[in-house]
């Protein structure tokens, strides 16, 4: 791992109020563009995909395989990571922020368009999965690069809460996924599973040309800049940071794994058992979802703020000991099929188990990496660890809740043994809040 007197370097120069407002805001909706696309599919893989590309005569089964094409999509962000990561350290970061949300838009407009399994037979899942990949792809390359355009440009006594403020495109994301379908779930569900669950993956086309028409008005961050000007371009970016920065790269994966796994947990995961095991309304769960991701546009940046203040590493901590405290309380509270208390056990699930880890993450993966290696460092430790815990996370919940009989127990555990993990990790990560990097 690089230690702190290896990540530090000299300071790149000092951009301006206004320029750092218009860096900050192009990431946050260029983001939240990305996110949007990829999480409808999450959503989407509770309420529809069991049912249309998946048939089976029993729903737990449906839903395991729904949950398998979700978990392709977080397996396929680290090969966007590699491949964007890789260019992005060549030939600059502005360059790779367009091709990823071209990529992730064309990925999800498709599976709007697909047939089902009654239409097509065993060729709608095979499609599926193929635009599953296609939109991992894309996510693994674009954060890495919305990330550094911002801490890359940061002065360093503000970076926690300049960097947490990439991931608002995340519950803006959400909140516009969510949002759609909690306005389709009121239709009747012949007319949401035959036509209406589309529009939310149609709509990404627009969103896209959004997108892409804010990213091109960026300029390069004088980070990179510094490192063409000093002919210091790695060669093999990807192949430097698993050769000789592994113990930096796999300190970033594990400080991944609590936080994506309480996200899939209680979001992803949370839609099929509150909707399927308790036998709820999708309107209990999506409304809580809706809240946490509202409460999110605030926390995300207090959050980093405090980092600044308090230092990367302890706000770490205080989130896997809150993760393993709220790990069996989380499916009792849920368990009471009371709306109100489940949508605030949303609320604080996501809050304090997800969100802390996710915002503080991004200033705090790019910063255990230097400038020539950064975008492959922090985005490959990023997807790896989101692959391994977020990606899997729910087709594991699924598959440990049917092993035993319907009890949530061993899921409760699962997320106690991912926080553990991540305390370990954050035990060998070096202090990084107010340091100058190059």
């Known amino acids: 791992m690089a230690t702190a007197t290896q990540a530090i370097g000299p300071a790149a120069p000092a951009v301006g109020s206004a320029q750092m407002r218009r860096v900050v805001s192009s990431s946050v909706i260029g983001t939240a563009v990305e996110w949007y696309d990829f999480l409808i599919y999450g959503t989407a893989s509770a309420l529809v995909f069991g049912k249309l590309f998946f048939p089976s005569s029993d729903p737990t089964v449906g839903t395991i395989a729904a949950f398998a094409t979700y978990a392709v999509g977080f397996l396929a962000r680290p090969l966007g990571a590699a491949i964007f990561g890789h260019y992005g350290d060549k030939i600059g970061r502005k360059k790779m922020l367009a091709a990823t949300i071209i ?3 064309i990925g999800t407009f498709l599976i709007g368009c697909l047939p089902t399994y009654d239409q097509i037979g065993i060729l709608a899942p095979i499609l599926l999965v193929v635009l599953r990949l296609l939109q991992g792809i894309g996510l693994g390359g674009e954060w890495g690069g919305a990330v550094l355009m911002v801490v890359e440009n940061a002065p360093a006594r503000h970076r926690g809460v300049l960097g947490s403020l990439v991931q608002v495109g995340n519950p803006i994301g959400n909140l516009a996924a969510v949002g759609i379908f909690a306005a389709l779930s009121h239709l009747p569900e012949s007319d949401f599973l035959t036509w209406a669950w589309r529009i939310p993956f149609l709509l990404s086309i627009l969103l896209v040309g959004v997108g892409l028409f804010i990213r091109m008005r960026l300029e390069e961050t004088p980070a990179f800049r510094a490192v063409e000007a000093g002919n210091a371009v790695a060669k093999l970016p990807v192949v430097e940071v698993l050769t000789e920065h592994r113990r ?7 400080l991944k794994i609590s936080e994506i796994a309480w996200a899939s947990i209680g979001s992803v995961f949370a839609i099929s058992y509150v ?3 308790l036998g709820l309304p999708r309107s209990v769960i999506l409304n809580g979802l809706l809240w946490a991701s509202f409460v999110a546009l605030f926390s995300i940046p207090l959050f980093g703020w405090m980092s600044d203040r308090v230092g990367r590493k302890t706000m770490f901590y205080a989130s896997c000991v809150f993760a393993i405290l709220f790990a069996f309380p989380f499916f009792s509270l849920l368990d009471t099929r009371d709306p109100t208390i489940i949508t605030l056990t949303i609320v604080v699930a996501i809050s304090f188990g997800q969100m802390i880890g996710f915002g503080i993450g991004a200033p705090f993966y790019s910063e255990l990496f230097k400038a020539r290696l950064r975008y492959s460092g922090a985005s490959l ?9 977020g990606g899997l996370t729910p087709f594991v919940a699924a ?3 049917a092993w035993s009989g319907g009890g949530t127990w061993p899921i409760s555990l699962y997320l106690i043994g991912a926080a553990l993990i991540t305390i370990v990790a954050t035990a060998y990560a070096p202090e990084t809040a107010g340091i100058e990097i190059d």
């Open 399 to 401: 598959s440990l809740m």
């Open 248 to 254: 930096a790269f796999l300190t970033a994966v594990g």
């Open 103 to 105: 990529i992730m838009g």
């Open 381 to 389: 430790g990023f997807q790896i660890g989101a692959a391994i815990s």
């Open 275 to 277: 909707t399927g095991s």
